[in-house]
């Protein structure tokens, strides 16, 4: 990351590692959050729900130890069906994956009955792969923008996946597409001052999307080795 940051000549604190921990044993799940790191994400809500709480648990238990980061903060990176949001907003402080009104309606509507305003990510499809979660390049400015009506949650940035190749013209031509989507909303003010993240880069392509301005980084199996 360091590295990817001094050729793009940004700061490394200029971007946020999501340590995924799907499939991770808790051993090791511990063992980073004893490193320092505090973002956390999922892909599923039982999983999510499941090892949140054992997170919880554990930094309950190691209270007394003053290494350990004060909070934990739990993403939601997976696809997200509207009949679990009201699982997910008591634990994610952040749900990467929002790629419909109706999600996004399902989440404020939620978010106003548990009175929480959550902070949500709208996904988009910048690789045009039709097998891909998230809003086609070309819809999103206007779903961002009835997003933006909705009093009870935040939008507070994009996220995107490259596609799954070793081809890296094609994932920073993804990147690229995403990031200039990012800085069209802001500049058209389509979006408020909060837009400040973009959620892009997983193991194998995380260089490349610090490169391309990611602020967010998602990854799992580069940490955990498996």
């Given at each position: 990351m360091a590295s990817a940051c001094a050729r793009a000549g940004r700061e490394p604190t200029d971007v946020k590692l999501v340590i995924v921990t799907k499939s991770a044993d808790l051993d090791a799940i511990k063992t980073v959050i004893r490193l320092g790191f505090n973002h956390l994400g999922e892909n599923r809500v039982?999983?999510?729900k499941k090892v949140a709480a054992q997170v919880a648990e554990f930094?309950?238990?190691?209270?007394?130890d003053s290494e350990l980061p004060r909070q934990i903060h739990w993403h939601m990176i997976g696809h997200l069906q509207r009949n679990k949001v009201?699982?997910?907003?008591?634990?994610a402080s952040l749900v990467h994956s929002v790629d419909t009104l109706r999600l996004a309606e399902e989440i404020n509507a939620a978010g106003a009955k548990l009175d929480l305003c959550?902070?949500?990510l709208?996904?988009?499809?910048?690789s045009h792969e039709p097998q891909k979660?998230?809003?086609p390049i070309g819809a999103a400015t206007h779903l961002a923008e009835q997003i933006e009506t909705l009093p009870n949650l935040q939008l507070i940035g994009l996220m995107t996946m490259a596609p799954l190749t070793r081809d890296k013209d094609s994932i920073r031509a993804?990147?690229?597409?995403?990031?200039?989507l990012f800085y069209e909303m802001r500049g058209e003010k389509i979006v408020g001052q909060q837009f400040t993240e973009l959620s892009m880069g997983m193991s194998s392509d995380y260089e490349i999307a610090i490169e391309e301005g990611a602020t967010i980084l998602r990854i799992g199996s580069a940490i955990f080795a498996r």
């Open positions: 039982q999983q999510l930094v309950q238990q190691e209270g007394s009201r699982q997910v907003l008591p634990i959550p902070r949500v709208l996904q988009v499809n910048a979660y998230g809003a993804a990147f690229v597409r995403a990031r200039e």
